[in-house]
């Protein structure tokens, strides 16, 4: 573990009991190109655990917070807390991204400031720390970081969540499914462009690109609700 990395600690206030935890967290998969077994190197899996972590906190925060609150609107405000964009405003407010650790193509095309990759580097971090600390170690982190996110869905001052906007909004007047399609994708693995349909039924109710797969979805379900006057529901 070299001094940068533990100058990130210091952001966190917390230190690893292993490091290579936290190491492998601020790993992104475009750095181990070229190795044989990615899956021990990159924070892939660690954001998988990492999601499930921070999904369970912010939702039993809320219902501890929201006593007479039903599950819909619960639903849709954990959605606000946890969505891509504030999950990498959280991740700049401890500047994650000066200490993720990526390959050169990936560097060279601005992934050092992409959502994307500092949202699932803090979902790696979570998932990091729960394994080296604890579950009420992980909680105080997670309660710190997104304490004002949680504050600002509470008060509706949060960005929209379009996904879970259109999706209620659907629940609420048809029975057909809501599906999101990968189109295509277009460029270097360390560089993709994903498209995604939303279809509604059969029907394409909106597009959207991105740098990821849910940033593609997020755009989709924002063109659906600009055009939802334009469809049967």
Do not use: W
């Not at 994650?96 to 601005?110: A, D, H, P």
């Not at 959502?115 to 998932?127: F, L, Q």
């Not at 309660?143 to 929209?160: D, I, M, N, R, Y």
């Amino acid at each position: 573990m070299n001094n940068f990395t533990c100058e990130f600690e210091k952001k966190l206030n917390y230190s690893f009991k292993d490091k290579k935890l936290l190491e492998t967290a601020l790993t992104h998969s475009s750095y181990c190109i070229g190795k044989t077994n990615k899956a021990v190197y990159n924070n892939e899996r660690l954001e998988f655990l990492g999601d499930a972590f921070l999904d369970a906190i912010i939702s039993e925060k809320l219902y501890a917070m929201l006593p007479e609150v039903e599950e819909g609107t619960l639903t849709k405000m954990r959605a606000k807390v946890v969505c891509e964009e504030t999950l990498a405003a959280c991740g700049a407010s401890i500047d994650v991204g000066k200490f993720i650790r990526l390959g050169r193509g990936e560097e060279k095309s601005g992934g050092r400031g992409r959502e994307s990759i500092t949202a699932d580097a803090v979902e790696a971090i979570i998932g990091a720390m729960f394994l080296d600390g604890g579950y009420d170690c992980v909680k105080t982190f997670v309660l710190s970081l997104f304490g004002h996110a949680v504050e600002e869905a509470l008060s509706g001052k949060l960005h929209t969540d379009y996904k879970s906007e259109i999706q209620e909004k659907v629940q609420g007047s048809s029975h057909k499914s809501l599906i999101y399609k990968v189109t295509g994708t277009e460029g270097p693995d360390h560089n993709k462009i994903f498209y995604v349909d939303l279809m509604l039924g059969d029907e394409v109710i909106g597009k959207g690109s991105g740098k990821s797969k849910k940033e593609a979805e997020r755009n989709a379900a924002k063109e659906a609700l600009e055009r939802s006057d334009e469809f049967v529901l």
